[in-house]
């Protein structure tokens, strides 16, 4: 196990509901599951880099009223995020992320219909999933939600910025992914009041609520620094446009923030043209935190694909 980990089940008292699943390397990820346990179809909720699975919370909240009837909920920390176990070395890569998805579906949704929904960074498990595990997309999921993601070309954000601005950000970016890479403590930072600025900047649009940046910033500080630099080699690396073809022939969405820095509007369009029968989602004035920016309408999207499932 990592240096500076400590064991969850003794720093701190598991949210009711969670549970730490054991991945076959050995790996725990902490698993939520909500809603009816017999309902016809689960949704399977997948958090973006830095982020943690409450970053969903609205929209678990939301959905069973949305959909009108019952549905079972299942959304977990990815490794190095949250309150799972940091990720063993080389193995905070997207292509991991899509690995632990399958084990947490076989290990937790083992039969029935499924439905993914990925902000950002899950959002490219998704498609990581379809290219690793092109069987269980093909017999189990009937719907997908793209949300604030890429298929790729995110080696060199643009962030909105002029390109002389963006080079020395990204800059500064890899100089911080390379220190801590080499750090061994738990946390980027044992504080996050500092980091509100930036990241208000970096992840919201227009006129977020304090709290929702204030929370953002506790996801972000608490995440595995070793963790969080190789993700964000990983997301340089991650050029998944032709796996968009090997989704599933089943109703998606894809949403987007019209004031999204990371996956901004550019990255939308070129998924919506690999899935032309994809419906097309934008929301003026939405940065990337879509699932807190705009909770109500991810939900009735989300819902929307649900509702489709065979009864």
Same mark, same amino acid.
């Given at each position: 196990?990592?240096?500076g980990?400590?064991?969850?089940?003794?720093a701190q008292?598991l949210?009711?509901?969670t549970?730490?699943?054991?991945?076959?390397?050995?790996?725990?990820?902490a698993?939520d599951?909500?809603?009816s346990?017999?309902?016809p179809?689960?949704v399977?909720l997948?958090?973006?880099?830095?982020l943690t699975?409450?970053?969903?919370?609205r929209?678990?909240?939301?959905l069973?009223?949305?959909?009108?009837?019952p549905?079972?909920?299942?959304?977990?920390?990815?490794r190095?995020?949250?309150d799972?176990d940091?990720?063993?070395?080389?193995?905070?890569?997207?292509?991991?992320?899509a =690995?632990?998805? !399958?084990?947490v579906?076989?290990?937790r949704?083992?039969?029935?219909?499924i439905? @993914? +929904?990925? %902000?950002s960074? #899950?959002?490219?498990t998704?498609?990581a999933?379809?290219e690793r595990?092109?069987?269980?997309?093909?017999?189990?999921v009937?719907?997908?939600?793209?949300?604030?993601?890429?298929s790729g070309?995110?080696?060199?954000?643009g962030?909105?910025?002029?390109?002389?601005?963006?080079?020395?950000?990204?800059a500064g970016?890899?100089?911080?992914?390379?220190?801590?890479a080499?750090?061994?403590?738990r946390?980027v930072?044992?504080?996050?009041?500092?980091?509100?600025?930036?990241?208000?900047w970096l992840?919201?649009?227009s006129?977020p609520?304090a709290?929702?940046?204030?929370?953002s910033a =506790?996801?972000? !500080?608490?995440?595995?620094?070793?963790?969080?630099?190789?993700?964000?080699?990983s @997301? +340089?690396? %991650?050029?998944? #446009?032709?796996?968009l073809?090997s989704l599933?022939?089943?109703?998606?969405?894809?949403?987007a923030g019209?004031?999204?820095r990371?996956?901004?509007l550019p990255?939308a369009?070129r998924?919506?043209?690999?899935?032309?029968e994809?419906g097309f989602?934008l929301?003026g004035g939405?940065?990337?935190?879509l699932?807190?920016e705009?909770?109500?309408e991810v939900?009735?999207?989300?819902a929307d694909?649900?509702r489709?499932v065979p009864?």
């Amino acid at each position: 196990m990592a240096e500076g980990w400590t064991d969850p089940l003794t720093a701190q008292q598991l949210e009711q509901g969670t549970r730490l699943l054991r991945t076959s390397d050995g790996t725990r990820l902490a698993v939520d599951e909500s809603g009816s346990p017999d309902a016809p179809v689960t949704v399977v909720l997948i958090h973006g880099w830095t982020l943690t699975r409450h970053t969903w919370d609205r929209v678990t909240d939301r959905l069973p009223a949305a959909l009108g009837g019952p549905v079972r909920i299942v959304r977990f920390d990815h490794r190095g995020h949250g309150d799972s176990d940091p990720s063993p070395e080389g193995t905070a890569t997207i292509a991991q992320c899509a =690995d632990d998805l !399958a084990e947490v579906i076989a290990d937790r949704v083992p039969e029935g219909p499924i439905v @993914l +929904a990925g %902000h950002s960074m #899950g959002g490219m498990t998704i498609m990581a999933l379809a290219e690793r595990h092109p069987r269980l997309l093909a017999e189990r999921v009937t719907g997908v939600a793209l949300v604030a993601t890429s298929s790729g070309g995110l080696s060199a954000p643009g962030l909105r910025l002029p390109d002389p601005l963006a080079r020395v950000f990204n800059a500064g970016e890899r100089k911080l992914r390379t220190v801590l890479a080499r750090s061994s403590a738990r946390r980027v930072s044992p504080r996050s009041g500092w980091m509100r600025p930036g990241l208000r900047w970096l992840l919201f649009g227009s006129g977020p609520a304090a709290a929702d940046v204030a929370e953002s910033a =506790d996801w972000v !500080a608490g995440c595995h620094p070793a963790s969080f630099a190789g993700f964000r080699q990983s @997301l +340089a690396e %991650h050029e998944r #446009g032709a796996a968009l073809a090997s989704l599933p022939a089943v109703p998606t969405v894809i949403l987007a923030g019209l004031s999204d820095r990371l996956c901004p509007l550019p990255h939308a369009r070129r998924m919506s043209e690999r899935l032309p029968e994809a419906g097309f989602y934008l929301y003026g004035g939405a940065g990337h935190m879509l699932p807190m920016e705009r909770a109500d309408e991810v939900t009735d999207r989300i819902a929307d694909v649900t509702r489709s499932v065979p009864g």
